[in-house]
């Protein structure tokens, strides 16, 4: 029904956006990813997918049609719905999960949250062919300096649950972790530990 909608952003939390669009705020559910890759304002153009279930209608946002086409292919598979394919992408970067996907590594599809022993090799036998083709696409990423993966990744936590305090030092703790080139996906993960 939407192919993609264009309009500025009122609202950019690390699970979900609201766009303005003619007067109209749209309200998204996004992954990480696409949260990371998303100026703090202005104009911008999301990719959808708008879910229908029982009566029930949900509109995901994706800052490119890779991570869209992924998370529909995720979807494609039994026991994956649309939180969980978010969770997935959150957990990982596409390309990332698209290579452990073609190279079948049932061990580093495990460690992302939401792939259980059983899903990990149905996700490699139902959709290790169809990612093949998006493998091809594979561009650069997007860095981003530490302070904003830092306060990205403090964000997110709050979007958890978690209270201002135990979000600051749960990232401050898990960032003497980190690599030098970590991901706001990897620190949320080990920050995750400290809550």
């Known amino acids: 029904m939407f192919d993609y909608i264009k309009g500025k952003l ?3 939390l690390p699970t979900e956006i609201v766009l303005d669009c003619g ?3 749209y309200k998204l559910s996004i992954p990480l990813s696409t949260f990371e890759k998303l100026p703090p304002r ?3 153009k999301v990719f959808t997918h708008l879910h229908q279930k029982e009566g029930t209608m949900s509109l995901y946002g994706f800052y490119s049609l890779k ?3 992924l998370f529909e292919e995720l979807l494609s598979v039994k026991g994956i719905g649309p939180k969980i394919a978010l969770v997935i992408l959150s957990g990982s970067a596409p390309d990332d ?8 590594d049932l061990s580093l599809l495990r460690q992302i949250k939401g792939i259980g022993p059983k899903t990990a090799p ?3 036998l139902e959709l290790k062919e169809r990612l093949s083709r998006l493998a091809a696409s594979v561009g650069p990423r997007v860095r981003k300096g530490k302070e904003a993966l830092l306060e990205d990744a403090r964000l997110a936590l709050l979007s958890l649950g978690c209270g201002k305090k135990v979000a600051q030092t749960a990232v401050t703790a ?7 080139d970590f991901t706001v996906q990897a620190l949320i993960k080990e920050a995750l530990k400290y809550t």
Do not use: C, H, W, Y
């Open 10 to 12: 009122v609202t950019k």
């Open 23 to 25: 007067g109209v705020g």
């Open 42 to 44: 202005g104009t911008v």
């Open 67 to 69: 991570e869209r086409a």
């Open 97 to 104: 999960f698209i290579q452990a996907v073609l190279s079948e």
């Open 122 to 124: 149905r996700i490699i």
């Open 174 to 180: 898990a960032s003497k972790n980190m690599p030098d």
